[in-house]
């Protein structure tokens, strides 16, 4: 697969169409259009804005380029933007109460960009199972997390319900209670609402990037 295919997977994935994608990048449709037509190459500073827009890991991306087979040419300056050397622990299955970091959570080591985290922070990765977020997240991608148990309406956290494994939602708070939004495709998930103080609800972490994999 190249860039240019990659990407407008992505944009797909996410159910946004060309103008939207163009509208969130801050770039004109034509852009868009041109690149998942394969007129042109994405530029660095093109896969910046991709990777904010679409919420992925800009690593993967360059990753991609260099496994390109075209004749875009880029510079070693280019790549040496990227700063993989944040190594985080891929683990399991989460339960509410069990610490993340138990030695038999943890299936793996990964390599992240730790341009724009903050260093003093903890940090995990998360395999998403399911297509209860897959407007975001698809079944197999990694979410890169930080540990936290203070999100704010808005985020997507990571969150342990009743002492059951935990649960990757966009999340809202108010008059108590805290909400568990997918975003998915899929219909059959609902928005589910719990009481702060009454149910056993645990907060994890918020969730800070994602890599998708094919």
């Not at 500073?45 to 993967?60: E, G, I, Q």
């Not at 399991?92 to 069990?98: D, I, L, N, Q, T």
């Not at 730790?114 to 399911?130: E, M, P």
Request: a negative charge; proline letters at 2%; zero cysteines.
């Amino acid at each position: 697969m190249t860039i240019n295919d990659y990407l407008k997977t992505l944009r797909e994935d996410r159910g946004l169409s060309q103008r939207g994608l163009a509208m969130k990048m801050g770039v004109s449709n034509a852009t868009i259009s041109q690149i998942e037509n394969k007129r042109n190459k994405p530029s660095i500073d093109l896969l910046f804005l991709y990777a904010k827009a679409l919420n992925v890991d800009l690593s993967v991306m360059i990753s991609m380029m260099k496994e390109d087979g075209s004749d875009y040419k880029y510079t070693s300056k280019d790549i040496q933007e990227v700063d993989l050397t944040l190594s985080v622990p891929l683990v399991g299955s989460v339960r509410a109460g069990k610490p993340v970091f138990a030695e038999d959570n943890i299936e793996d080591y990964l390599l992240f960009d730790k341009r724009g985290l903050d260093q003093s922070k903890t940090y995990f990765a998360l395999r998403i199972v399911g297509d209860s977020m897959d407007k975001l997240f698809r079944a197999g991608d990694v979410v890169l997390v930080e540990k936290t148990d203070v999100v704010e309406s808005g985020q997507i956290a990571v969150v342990g319900i009743n002492g059951y494994e935990a649960t990757v939602k966009r999340i809202t708070l108010g008059n108590g209670n805290i909400a568990l939004i997918p975003e998915s495709n899929n219909p059959a998930y609902l928005t589910q609402v719990y009481s702060i103080e009454k149910d056993d609800i645990h907060i994890i972490g918020r969730v800070v990037q994602s890599t998708t994999y094919f």
